[in-house]
């Protein structure tokens, strides 16, 4: 069973930035995390997500391309969001997904060996 703990979220003005952490815990091996966001009243979407083998696969929603970051620290299980010039429709709770045998990227389906964190709130202000 994994365990994804996310962290690093809050309140911030337009053109500001945070920094999202996510540490998974409890499986030797993951294929992929990334980052997934839903806003009141819409449905879940995909952010980033990034391979955590060999090299470096990142793929990005395009709202957010230009603007946010994903990094990994396989040694600590860790992934990383960082986010610049916030706008206020980046405002969602935020979560992290972690997949084990293969990467679902950003598709928000049902996967069996996808896990989820709890989420964690980023609010931007105008």
């Known amino acids: 069973q994994v365990q994804l703990v996310e962290s690093g979220g809050g309140s911030v003005q337009a053109g500001g930035s945070l920094k999202l952490s996510c540490a998974a815990s409890?499986?030797?091996?993951?294929?992929?995390m990334g980052w997934f966001r839903q806003a009141p009243g819409k449905e879940r979407e995909g952010v980033a997500n990034?391979?955590?083998?060999?090299?470096?696969?990142?793929v990005y929603a395009d709202s957010v391309k230009s603007r946010f970051q994903i990094s990994r620290d396989n040694a600590e299980n860790t992934v990383y969001l960082q986010m610049n010039s916030l706008q206020p429709e980046d405002t969602a709770t935020y979560y992290c997904?972690?997949?084990?045998?293969?990467?679902?990227?950003?598709?928000?389906?049902?996967?069996?060996?996808?896990?989820w964190g709890q989420g964690t709130q980023v609010t931007v202000s105008s």
């Open positions: 997904a972690a997949d084990l045998k293969r990467c679902y990227g950003l598709r928000t389906g049902v996967f069996e060996d996808r896990y």
């Open positions: 990034i391979l955590t083998g060999g090299g470096v696969t990142a």
């Open positions: 409890g499986y030797a091996y993951i294929r992929c």
